[in-house]
């Protein structure tokens, strides 16, 4: 669309032109496509934000700027886009950091704009003073600081720029005396980098290595999501006729309805994924970092081919080697790059073409055996759990296994789905459930993994795309960081439903305590209340789900408020105290005690 031809409030001032630092500021927000920021206001950045609605944006006040952060990292991830966050400077500003930090880890090209002390107090200890390019340097890929109001608009720009080239947060600072004045400015075109399929030289290779290969797997990571290359992926998935797994908290990285797709690597993933890929003799992690958790041990499982040569791509080359040895790395676009060695071995006859038939036999025989033993397996059955269990049934109420849960839920998931999850026990058992077939639709807090991520995250997916349904999991202790948020969706029409596993335990640490710590369970408990009546309370439907047979129906009704009705739920589903493995035993070590007086304690 030409700029002429937009609606007047999405025009943008051409050519040098006079104008205040707060209009270059929001001119340039509109250059980008801005339409929707995520923040609570302050005096700090008033003066542009005075200018919003008349530019064509929307200001989400949310209940706390955490939030704010995991929903600009959320309407990214979605669509692809730039989330913006802002906040009052100094604590508006650092209440942001843990989300910052979570975007980081996701990749998501969100634009965080901390307005900071006035130029004139900054180092005298006023009010709100913070150094806030500090507090982010670790979590962002480019940090402006608006040193001079004439910079406004070029400072801004590229922070927007930077966001989208480096993939990941970038921040404005900008001293909150700088937004006023009368500056002469021009707003930038946005520049987006054409990214490239990678180096001739070792794609060359990586066809060769992939046409002498046997029996080759690819992993199928975030950058397929984030470059749009899911097509790409599927036709030399296609050309090989390969297993395709997906990487760690990317299951939307490749159709679940696809032959081919085997499900997730890692924690609570696909056995049928681990299974084929340790028969691998060449591994083509396709926009992945093979992060260091992604391949850890499961199930009592060393999966990780150690003898195979593996093609890595990634579109940042310092990714390239760094956590596992590779044969051959390309810098490149995710999807560019299949689409090349699609290409490259279109017309070529490869070793793999002979047992075609025999490896996708291979394959479903793995998934048809993963599938039935999910199930089968409708409880854990470890000691701890097998007495949380048997506790349960003497206890007043009906506690429901986790497992089959997730599976009912699983089955009562809406098209076009998207999901959020947190970081706990039943969220992370989750993994093996939830399967996408269509990419931009899983939403994990990725390696920073914070509790409290689930909900502001979905809040921000669904504002980026209404007509998408949006769920969100969480645990009944990290639901009680971030549910105020439900507050935002309610006040600002922005419906979800959420889901939360009502264990009445910090689940997930406690499981480190079974396994290391002899059951001495520390801060681990929590006496709730009613999550369906908080969520009442703040104006949203609330259901409380006590039978297995009322999941999935639970599931439905919820999703109809949400799409029919633009209604927030909250579904409460009580749990057995039931715990699946944990997160990271390679962390741990079991306790030893040389004081007299702590040694009980082993
Ligand atoms: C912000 C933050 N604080 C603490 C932790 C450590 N932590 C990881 S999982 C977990 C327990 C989560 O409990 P809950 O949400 O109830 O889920 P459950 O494990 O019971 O399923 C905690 C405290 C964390 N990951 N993030
Ligand atoms: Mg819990």
Redo the contacts with the bound molecule.
């Keep these: 669309m030409t700029d002429t031809a937009k609606e007047p409030a999405r025009q943008v001032a051409q050519g040098l032109t006079k104008m205040t630092p707060s209009e270059a500021f929001v001119e340039t927000l509109v250059a980008n496509d801005v339409r929707d920021i995520f923040g609570i206001m302050g005096s700090a950045f008033m003066d542009a934000m005075d200018i919003f609605a008349p530019a064509g944006i929307r200001l989400v006040p949310v209940v706390h700027e955490q939030g704010a952060g995991h929903m600009a990292d959320g309407y990214a991830r979605v669509s692809g886009q730039h989330g913006v966050v802002i906040g009052q400077n100094g604590p508006g500003i650092s209440n942001c950091v843990?989300a910052i930090a979570a975007a980081f880890w996701a990749h998501s090209p969100v634009v965080i704009v901390t307005p900071e002390s006035g130029t004139m107090g900054m180092g005298l200890g006023g009010f709100q003073e913070a150094n806030q390019l500090p507090m982010f340097q670790e979590f962002t890929k480019y940090q402006a600081h608006v040193n001079n109001p004439k910079r406004m608009a070029e400072l801004t720009a590229r922070a927007f720029d930077r966001a989208m080239s480096e993939i990941g947060p970038t921040q404005v600072n900008i001293p909150r005396d700088y937004f006023y004045g009368d500056i002469e400015t021009e707003i930038p075109e946005p520049f987006r980098l054409d990214r490239g399929a990678g180096g001739a030289q070792s794609l060359d290779e990586a066809a060769d290595l992939l046409a002498s290969a046997e029996f080759p797997v690819i992993i199928s990571g975030g950058g397929v999501v984030m470059s749009d290359g899911v097509q790409e992926c599927i036709a030399l998935a296609e050309r090989l006729g390969a297993p395709v797994v997906n990487s760690y908290l990317h299951n939307d990285s490749f159709p679940a309805r696809h032959a081919q797709w085997c499900g997730p690597l890692g924690y609570q993933g696909s056995k049928a994924a681990m299974k084929l890929i340790s028969q691998a003799d060449v591994v083509i992690a396709l926009g992945s970092r093979l992060g260091p958790f992604g391949t850890l041990p499961q199930y009592g499982m060393e999966y990780w081919p150690k003898d195979a040569k593996i093609i890595q791509i990634d579109a940042d080359h310092k990714m390239l080697g760094l956590v596992k040895k590779i044969s051959v790395g390309i810098c490149g676009d995710a999807r560019q790059a299949a689409a090349a060695l699609t290409e490259r071995l279109s017309s070529r006859e490869l070793l793999c073409d002979d047992t075609r038939e025999e490896r996708a036999a291979k394959t479903k025989a793995e998934k048809d055996a993963w599938e039935a033993e999910l199930d089968e397996w409708t409880h854990e059955t470890d000691p701890y759990s097998l007495d949380a269990i048997a506790e349960a049934e003497d206890e007043e109420g009906n506690w429901l296994h986790p497992r089959q849960v997730l599976r009912e839920l699983e089955k009562a998931m809406p098209a076009r789905v998207m999901v959020s999850t947190?970081?706990?026990?039943?969220?992370s058992v989750a993994n093996s459930y939830l399967r996408f077939d269509e990419p931009r639709s899983f939403l994990a807090p990725m390696s920073f993994?914070?509790?409290?991520y689930a909900l502001p995250t979905v809040i921000g997916a669904k504002a980026a795309a209404q007509d998408r349904p949006a769920v969100a999991y969480?645990?009944?202790?990290?639901?009680g960081?971030s549910m105020g948020e439900i507050m935002t969706a309610v006040r600002h029409d922005i419906p979800v439903t959420a889901v939360v596993?009502h264990?009445r335990?910090?689940?997930?640490?406690k499981k480190n305590q079974v396994d290391f710590y002899n059951r001495r369970f520390v801060a681990g408990e929590?006496d709730n209340q009613s999550f369906a009546g908080i969520a009442e309370a703040m104006g949203a439907e609330g259901i409380v789900v006590e039978k297995l047979d009322d999941v999935g129906p639970a599931l439905e009704r919820a999703i109809d408020l949400q799409m029919n009705q633009g209604k927030t739920c909250v579904i409460e589903i009580m749990c057995t105290r039931e715990l699946g493995d944990p997160f990271r035993r390679d962390a741990l070590s079991k306790p030893v005690r040389h004081l007299e007086k702590y040694q009980d304690y082993v």
Excluded: H, P
Excluded at 422 to 427: A, M, R, V, W, Y
Excluded at 449 to 452: E, F, I, P, Q, S
Excluded at 505 to 509: C, I, R, Y
């Design positions: 843990t947190d970081i706990g026990n039943i969220n993994g914070n509790c409290g969480a645990g009944d202790g990290a639901w960081m596993f264990n335990q910090w689940g997930a640490e929590l």
